[in-house]
């Protein structure tokens, strides 16, 4: 069995973007949200039909989502955050760490802007880009494979 996960990250006042993106989010098996535009997103969660994990990015300041996450989907254990407080503009090596830590094999973030599917220290390491910028990803989850795709949000 396979799980599909849409991810978005930054939206930074881009609703109409994430309003689109909507019938791909309910066609997932889930959705994970890495922070920034916390408002944005709420707008649209009565829109949401699938399970849904968010957590605060550094310009959410009226959000009381909790900084990261640690979930089980598919099989596999996800760590999510942001990554503002982990310094991923300046390396990956806190968020492989922060991820061992919770037990996690695959580390969900945002905060760069930037598409990134990596592992490091045995860490998964993915960030979808930024969705202000048109950028989104899904995930999928099959057996103990993860395939990770970015895509074009208009």
């Not at 994430?18 to 309910?26: H, M, V």
């Not at 910028?133 to 995930?139: I, L, P």
């Amino acid at each position: 069995m396979s799980v599909k996960l849409t991810v978005v990250s930054d939206i930074h006042y881009d609703g109409g973007r994430l309003e689109r993106l909507l019938p791909i989010i309910n066609s997932s098996d889930g959705c994970i949200f890495c922070g920034d535009g916390a408002t944005e997103f709420m707008r649209v969660w009565g829109g949401i039909i699938v399970p849904t994990v968010c957590v605060r990015g550094n310009n959410d300041f009226y959000c009381n989502w909790g900084d990261d996450a640690a979930v089980e989907i598919g099989g596999k254990k996800i760590f999510v955050t942001h990554g503002h407080r982990l310094g991923v503009k300046c390396g990956l090596s806190a968020l492989a760490c922060a991820a061992k830590d919770r037990g996690c094999d695959v580390a969900i973030f945002g905060h760069t802007h930037a598409f990134c599917d990596t592992s490091l220290q045995g860490v998964r390491l993915i960030n979808a880009g930024a969705l202000c910028n048109g950028s989104y990803a899904t995930v999928t989850i099959a057996d103990s494979d993860v395939e990770c795709k970015r895509c074009s949000a208009v």
